[in-house]
């Protein structure tokens, strides 16, 4: 009888709770970075002090950079609030990136992993990947298992336990991947939106302007000034957030390119070495 071996997935609540966590992480996020934002915008920018005559309806004081953007208007505190999601997401992705990259140099790790297969010392590369830890640990140490399985495995062909031992590492990569990638449409997201969010602010502070010239008679000065100072300032801050966004962004996607690609040379190596090493496994064995 031919023995037939099924493959079984990776625990997919270890999924399930990753992407739970993360999820809730930026609901929590999102809604605080607001209401932060508004009080700041009220409290702190808003403060009667920073203008003339003790009412934020007048100009600012001199140099007084918190009664300036004070007079962005109500776009402020929502692309101030895109700001600091922009620093808190990059937090939370240089944690996260950090520990999948593990203990020690990724780089080092995968020549040490290449060395000990071609020393045929599989208890010493799955010894390294639990010391490493990380995601990229976690992938080899899964490929170097079902390595080390096929190995005791007689009812198989070379290319069968070759596969297997692919698939295994392409399942494990499939489910460290999403934990790595996480929150990082929240950055390209606000890359966009921050822009948009502070054109809005502009336009509405140049109506402002405008209606002012528009007036019968002298021109509101306050009212013209406030007005252009409320289309400048939104513009500049929703350029910064966009700006923050597409360099965290893209930084976070080379880093888990880097780690995508150390995967794929750890996988290689493991299969390679296997296929080496058992040039002569290519006859099936018969059970009766």
Known sequence: MEKKTAVVSKDANVEVKTSTAGSLFATIVIPLSVLVCVLVYMFVLGNPANFEGGSNENHPLPGNY??????????????????LMVFIFAIERVLTISKAKGTKSVPAFVRNISAKLNQRDINGAIAACDAQKGSVANVVKAGLLKYKEMQNEPELLKAEKVAAIQKEIEESTSLELPMLEKNLVILSTIASISTLTGLIGTVLGMIKAFAALASSGTPDATALSNGISEALINTAIGITGSALAIIAYNYFTSKIDELTYSIDEAGFSIISTFAAQHQNANVRQQTV
Do not use: C, Q
Not at 66 to 83: D, F, H, R, S, T
């Open 66 to 83: 918190l009664g300036i953007v004070y007079k962005g208007g109500w776009v402020v505190p929502i692309l101030m609030a895109l700001v």
